[in-house]
């Protein structure tokens, strides 16, 4: 499985966490990752394009549905500013999620 081959074992045997170079350079160039961030039938990138509910409540969702979490509210002004300037653009919503699943908090808890 390609996750163990990244990511191997997560600790030195001492039970410290113990990083290696590969877990970021797969994350940050990874196909596979990206792709599971593009947008198919029903995915989370469709029901985000798809929806009719205010940027606020699909950026909630984006949070809820990659972190188990709501944004905090600099987050969500953020995100939403993204994803308002160009509300159609399959390739931000694909972006924002990709951000999400590269950042650390997902890494350590998920």
């Known amino acids: 499985m390609w996750i ?12 410290d966490f113990q990083g290696s170079l590969s877990e970021p350079l ?11 961030a593009q947008r198919r039938k ?3 990138a469709d029901v985000l394009l798809t929806s009719t509910q205010p940027w606020e409540q699909r950026v909630d969702r984006l949070f809820l549905s990659v972190l188990n979490r709501p944004p905090r509210s600099e987050e969500s002004k953020r995100f939403v500013a993204y994803l308002r300037a160009e509300p159609k653009s399959e390739k931000r919503i694909e972006e924002a999620i990709w951000v999400l699943l590269n950042c650390s908090e997902f890494r350590f808890n998920h």
């Open 4 to 15: 163990q081959h990244y990511f191997g074992e997560p600790t030195n045997g001492l039970g």
């Open 26 to 36: 797969f994350l940050n160039n990874s196909g596979e990752l990206r792709f599971l």
């Open 42 to 44: 029903g995915n989370l």
